[in-house]
């Protein structure tokens, strides 16, 4: 059947025009510590499964004041809702869209192709949710697995892990968060499209041990749009 997110996102180049448009070239507004205050852990803590490491966060910021995030070992979600800043009307059952910054698998664009982006969905009615998830490059470098399906199909990569647990706490917390579980997509660019891709064809694990705080199974995502 057609996405149900379509009435949002239903074109790719349309998408990818008026976001582009909408968020290039544009100054960062200051959200590092608005980042901290709404950020929403995917495990519990003790829980996070194949964690290998506790160290901060490497955060660089270009010229334009757009942060690039390393090191990312307690994968987190941010919330953006329209009810904050919102030219449509907030309804129940929003849709929701999980954004994927891309930087190779070796870092993440997280404002040029996160925040910004979940800003503009969020101020045309769409739910928004950041995902900042654990990084499987350099390869030999970095303590994590990157997900290859095609050569190696027995490594479950951390990236779809939390990108799918991160579906998994969307759904989970849907009525909290005005969001109608059975429209959740994923949309990602570059190396955050391959998760996006991955979550939408793949119905997940399940949640390891049955220590985590929610009971939703399903983390395939509704739709995708990879860039």
Known sequence: GACSVTAYVSQTACVRSLVSCSISRRPCESMASDDADRAVFLWPAGN??????????????NSRGERSIKEVHFPSIVPFLPAENSVVAPAAGLPAVLVIPGGGHSALAYDSEGTFVAR???ARGVAAFVLKHRLGRPEGISPYALHRPATAPDVEGHCILDTERAIRLIRSRAAEWGVDPTRVGAMGFSAGGECASWASMRPGLPNPSGKLPDAVTDALASCAVPF
């Open 48 to 61: 996070v499964p194949g964690l290998a490491g506790s160290g901060p966060e490497a955060v660089t910021v």
């Open 120 to 122: 503009w969905l969020a």
